[in-house]
């Protein structure tokens, strides 16, 4: 299984990005989603993830209200619309695949190569 992020770049405080996350090599849907980000000198932190099915959401409270997850299952790709975006957002977001049905414990199988997203203020 492959996960191939992208849509990170530079934005002005306030602005907006689309993250994508591109699953392949997989022979089922049956997986949850997430995304976590990691800035300079700190620790890999949880963002958002999403159920398999898409019913089910989960934020961390940095990014509630202004962050959504959302999934294309016929498209393999997840996304992550970040809007109001503050300089404190910078970092490397990585998507993760879950099969364990343990995501809401942040139990991971397989992780993209991450995509920067710089915010300057």
């Known amino acids: 299984v492959q996960l191939q992020a992208s849509g990170g770049g530079l934005v002005q405080a306030g602005g907006s990005l689309r993250l994508s996350c591109e699953v392949s090599g997989h022979t089922s849907n049956s997986y949850d989603a997430g995304w976590f980000r990691q800035a300079p000198g700190r620790e890999r932190e949880f963002v958002a993830a999403i159920s398999g099915s898409g019913d089910i959401n989960s934020y961390a409270d940095s990014v509630k209200g202004r962050f959504t997850i959302s999934r294309d299952n016929a498209k393999n790709t997840v996304y992550l619309q970040m809007n109001s975006l503050k300089p404190e957002d910078t970092a490397v977001y990585y998507c993760?695949?879950?099969?364990?049905?343990?995501?809401?414990?942040?139990?991971?199988?397989?992780w993209g190569q991450g995509t920067q997203v710089t915010v300057s203020s």
């Open positions: 993760a695949a879950s099969y364990t049905g343990r995501w809401l414990l942040g139990d991971y199988d397989f």
